[in-house]
Structure formats: C-alpha cells, structure tokens
C-alpha cells in the first residue's frame, strides 16, 4: 500500500512538473510572438520614417527660405504649403512642429524650419506619417531634447486648475485644442496684458478661455516650456 502511494505521489510530482514547464513555454511562446508582431510593425515603420525624414529634410533645406518673409510662421496655408512633412505638406497638418518652431523663437532659439521638420518627422513622433500631425508626446520630447523644461496637464481634455497662472509665468506655451474639423496646435506667449496667439485666425486673447471661445475650440492638451 506504502508503495502504490509512495508511486502515486511521484507520478504526481512528474505531472505538476510538466504542467508547470509547459505554462513555462507556453508564456514564452506568447512573449515571443508578441515580439515577433511588434518587430514586424516596427521595423518596418521606423525603415519609412526615416526614408520619409531623409527626403523630406533635403527637400525643406531647399526651400525653407521661401517659407516666410519674417521669423514667425503666422499662416501655414500659405507660408508652409511647399514644406513636406510625413507623407503630406505642412499647410495640411503640419500646425505641431509650427507650434514648435514658433515656441522656440518665443524662447530665443530660433530653430531652422528644416531641422525642426526633421525632429518631428522620425519614427513614432507623427500620426500615421503626419496624415494626423504630431503625436503630443514627441512635442515634450522635443523641448526636453533641446534643454528645455517641459510640464503639461496628464489627461487629454482635463486643464490644469491653474492654466492661466502658469501660462502667464512661463516663457512660451503650446496649446491643443480640438475644432469641428479636427484639432489644432497653436504657440501662445502672455505679453503682459494678453495673449499673443501664433498661426491661429485669433492672434491675441485676454485669457485663454477666451482664445478657445472665440476659436470655436475644446481644450486638450498644454505645455509649459521654461
């Protein structure tokens, strides 16, 4: 009887091993096709942009000068329809890495337009290849590579209680505000007694409440830059 238990227990034993080894491989197994899908959308997506940001950077250095006639890019329909970027031009969406290029002249840092494009156009940092614009994330990416200090509010579409106190003591700011066509990316400095707004139709409110209320806006996303 000793023995039929003593066999029993080890059989036990083996199948609790194996059950175990096999929940082993099959994790793995799943970690390693999951590796397999992301490598297959990844590397294929990082090859084109940066065979698309290649291009498009030879192409803006040619051309950049005729870009705008003064250093802050106010109307991309106009001023950046000739400025590639993603698989588009820059008068469609390319309102992200305006907002950028604008911001950095508020901070004293003006930026050639092709170096900025540049940034913006790398893997991961567009949507869809810039069909969509910016992703915001590459937007905080940007400033902190450049040096700069970055905060903006965590949620999409939740302002920060105290938006405007700290707009008006930060050296430039971005806003993301969403329209009934899409969203748009504006830079936006407090000069004292109000706002000025670059590359919007509303070049200058006294809040920004008021900026969004009379641009038809929702608020999504700002960044802090100092």
Known sequence: MGGRQTFAA???????????????????AVVAVKFLVDSAVAVPTVITAEIVKGNNYKHNKEIQKKASTTP????????????KFGFSTSDQNGCGWIAAYNAMILLGHQQQIADVVKYFDGAFRTILFGMFGVAPHAITGYFRSMGFSVSANVFFFVRPCDMDERAMISRACILLYAHNSGAHYVALKWEGYRYTIYNDYVTEAESIDDFLNRSHGTFMMIWFIN
């Open 10 to 28: 080890a059989v036990l034993d083996d199948v609790v091993v194996f059950v175990a080894r096999t929940e082993d491989f099959i994790v793995q």
């Open 72 to 83: 802050f890019l106010r109307d991309q329909r106009e001023e950046c329809k000739d400025i």
